[in-house]
């Protein structure tokens, strides 16, 4: 079975600092990837997604990812992080079946608090 | 667009109340899932739909939970009789397809605390 795990329950940065959040999934095959952004009081928003084909993926806001097959990883990046990136960031997976499936499985989850 | 719309945006029981959450996917959006959200924790899917049809509800408690989507547009879920373990965040989404890359966009959610 797919399953996504983020080591790191919560991350503290600085404003202006680079952020890498962890994400390894488990899936036998080339999952869809996703990383989706908690803001505080609002629903989950898409940041990012991976097809296959290019290993890193721009998001929106500056995020960007990197998919590793032989790592089993999908680590969330940003260069510079603002203080509205405080946030709850999720891994997720989708199964690759070329078909219909629309599954998605969610890791824990990252909480990020920035600080001045 | 108006996006997804989920109510109530809270509600407090007590154990072996019931109680519903309502859903109003996005217009067009055949896919329609229904997520639970423990407190820090990550979404996990309780039962999804395509149109009216439930695609997947293995996840679904049978014996205290239902879903239904009737006219495959808006749905309901029910918690017959609740326990303090059913204390969440009760999110519903939707996506315009079931294809497996597709996004999902997600409403606010339900809290819901069972005292």
């Known amino acids: 079975a797919q399953s996504v795990t983020q080591p790191d329950a919560r991350v503290t940065v600085s404003e202006g600092a680079s952020l890498q959040l962890r994400c390894k999934y488990s899936y036998f095959g080339t999952p869809y990837l996703f990383w989706y952004v908690q803001y505080p009081r609002q629903g989950l928003q898409l940041l990012l997604k991976y097809y296959p084909g290019d290993p890193v993926v721009q998001g929106v806001n500056g995020f960007e990812a990197e998919f590793s097959k032989s790592n089993s990883s999908f680590h969330l990046r940003k260069a510079s992080v603002h203080w509205s990136d405080w946030a709850v960031y999720f891994c997720a997976v989708s199964l690759n079946t070329g078909g219909l499936s629309g599954k998605l499985t969610f890791g824990e989850g990252t909480q990020v608090t920035v600080i001045s | 667009e108006a996006g997804v719309t989920q109510s109530p945006r809270y509600a407090v029981l007590q154990e072996g109340q019931a109680v519903s959450f309502w859903c109003d996917p996005i217009?067009?959006?055949?896919?329609l899932y229904w997520y639970q959200q423990p407190r820090d924790q990550g979404p996990q899917l309780l039962v999804y739909?395509?149109?009216?049809?439930?695609?997947?509800n293995s996840q679904l408690p049978s014996d205290r939970f239902s879903a239904v989507r009737p006219k495959g547009t808006n749905s309901t879920l029910k918690i017959q009789s609740a326990k303090q373990g059913d204390t969440a965040t009760y999110l519903c989404a939707s996506s315009p397809s079931l294809i497996s890359n597709e996004r999902l966009f997600f409403g606010h959610g339900t809290k819901l605390s069972v005292l």
């Open positions: 217009s067009g959006h055949d896919t």
């Open positions: 739909f395509r149109d009216e049809a439930v695609i997947d």
